[in-house]
């Protein structure tokens, strides 16, 4: 994945020492602690700050001048021993950005008279002072280590850290309103401003106008030659519809840097169908592919919950994900043919995800243009082209997504599994996929609490640096659902089955 539209990290350290205890502790226990973190991870990803806090408020200052001096996007208070409650919790209040809380152990049985350090004790007033102070931070489920360990920890935020300062400045921009009859990805917008999300909302009139406006541009040959190779097609013999695509392409990264605005970050959502079809004759699901693949995610039908879960998706795992609706069942032929017995999965395990063709070409088997088969249906062929086809590669994955239900609520899902090596004799982009109690993750669950079709997917197992990030965000946890495994129910679940 090329492109810089996710943030890059850099965890100021700062070490706090209460002054009934030696400092000595508090730094020297920060120098093992940065020690150990460069040598496992990438030195850029942390500074430490040389200010040890003592009890005094006048030093909380000067920390926090020397952590935003040195480009400090996200802050580690590290207690080296009890700590100062109220110095170290205001340095969290006044960092803007995302901060962590650890402590350090005790090293050594042979060390507990004047080595003591009672950090274990200090992260309880802590975290009890964060409360006070309505400032929120992330706190590890065990926050208190070793230099080795505690350096673990801050890698383990780098994910939580970058979602929330991604969100903290980005834009999604949105094209359209939803189609007739599909109501099924409207949602408030007032969760967007809570999570200090800007939207821009535009028109289909306003994106097929910029579109027009490129019409002869002198960058569509080598956008459609980049097409081309990424395709494999053979000179001479690329598709007709390539310049087109490469000339909507164009109009929307135009579009990203001319209205981004103050934000750092954009992700996009746009109308696809039907008027798309009418106007632009084409489909934009292989061009949405493209600009995943530069790290910036367009989600389809006006999604724009959908596009907001992908970039999380982004930031949390620094790869391309895909949208994808929760589309059909297995045929029970299929499962009988190519999953029962070879695979540890239930018939009710399994689902097929699929979207017209919008994941990118390095996730799909065999990718390669066609046209959108349902769109066809009402249109002509040749209006429908642009899809991206294949059946989605085979390995780990994490379904989920972040949604504002009805009444401004903040409700999210993620689950753990696996796209299945088994050829889906279908058409768009799709898979098999199989998550544990999946049947009764999608009753009580997805039914259940009202999400919509489309659910967001990373390429791997991430469901815990995403349940912690959508805490820090602010989800509730009890409205993160994930799929439970059996013997233990779901609210409203019968639990006679």
Not at 260 to 274: E, F, H, I, Q, S
Not at 311 to 319: A, K, M, N, Q
């Given at each position: 994945m090329t492109g810089s539209n996710i943030p890059k990290i850099k965890v100021g350290i700062v070490a706090v020492s209460r002054d009934c205890f030696p400092a000595s502790l508090a730094e020297n226990r920060r120098k093992a602690l940065v020690e150990a973190y460069t040598k496992k991870y990438d030195a850029a990803d942390i500074y430490e700050c040389p200010v040890t806090i003592i009890e005094s408020e006048t030093d909380m200052v000067n920390a926090l001048a020397d952590i935003k001096k040195a480009d400090c996007n996200a802050l580690c208070v590290y207690l080296g021993n009890f700590g100062p409650e109220i110095s170290e919790t205001l340095l969290a209040k006044h960092f803007d950005g995302p901060k962590m809380f650890c402590a350090a152990a005790e090293e050594s049985q042979n060390d507990l008279m004047d080595g003591r350090g009672d950090a274990y004790c200090g992260m309880l007033n802590a975290s009890y002072n964060l409360a006070l102070r309505n400032t929120r931070a992330y706190i590890p489920e065990f926050p208190v280590g070793n230099a080795d360990e505690c350096a673990d920890m801050i890698h383990e935020f780098l994910p939580v850290a970058r979602v929330a300062e991604g969100l903290a400045n980005l834009k999604i921009i949105s094209f359209g309103p939803r189609p007739a009859n599909f109501l099924a990805c409207n949602a408030p917008i007032k969760q967007l401003y809570n999570l200090d999300v800007e939207i821009e909302e535009e028109s289909e009139l306003d994106l097929f106008e910029a579109y027009t406006k490129h019409e002869g541009d002198a960058r569509i040959a080598e956008v459609a030659a980049d097409m081309a190779k990424e395709m494999g097609y053979e000179a001479g013999k690329e598709p007709a519809m390539l310049p087109k695509l490469a000339q909507y392409?164009?109009?929307?990264?135009?579009?990203?840097?001319?209205?981004?605005?103050?934000?750092?970050?954009?992700?996009?959502?746009?109308?696809?169908?039907?008027?798309?079809?009418?106007?632009?004759?084409?489909?934009?699901?292989?061009v949405n592919s493209r600009l995943m693949r530069r790290g910036i995610p367009v989600s389809c039908e006006v999604d724009i919950y959908g596009t907001?879960?992908?970039?999380?998706?982004?930031?949390?795992?620094?790869?391309?994900?895909?949208?994808?609706?929760?589309?059909?069942?297995?045929?029970?032929?299929?499962?009988?043919e190519s999953i029962k017995g070879k695979f540890d999965y239930k018939f009710t395990d399994t689902f097929m995800g699929f979207h017209c063709g919008n994941t990118c070409s390095t996730r799909v088997s065999n990718p390669h243009l066609s046209f959108q088969r349902i769109m066809a249906r009402t249109h002509p062929q040749d209006w429908c082209d642009g899809t991206i086809e294949g059946d989605i590669k085979a390995g780990e994955i994490t379904f989920y997504r972040l949604q504002s239900t009805a009444d401004a609520k903040l409700r999210a899902y993620a689950a753990e599994g696996e796209v299945l090596p088994v050829a889906t004799r279908s058409f768009g982009g799709i898979g098999v996929f199989a998550i544990k109690e999946m049947g009764r993750f999608y009753r009580h669950w997805l039914i259940g609490k009202n999400f919509p079709h489309h659910g967001a997917v990373m390429f791997g197992h991430y469901a815990k640096p995403l349940y912690d990030a959508l805490k820090y965000i602010g989800v509730e946890p009890s409205e993160i659902g994930y799929n439970k495994p059996a013997g233990t129910l779901f609210e409203g679940e019968n639990p006679w089955g």
């Open positions: 392409e164009l109009t929307l990264l135009d579009w990203v840097e001319e209205h981004k605005g103050y934000r750092k970050y954009v992700a996009l959502t746009t109308k696809c169908w039907p008027a798309f079809q009418d106007m632009f004759k084409f489909v934009p699901c292989y907001l879960s992908e970039y999380i998706g982004l930031c949390i795992s620094g790869e391309e994900v895909t949208l994808l609706d929760i589309n059909n069942s297995v045929p029970h032929d299929m499962y009988d």
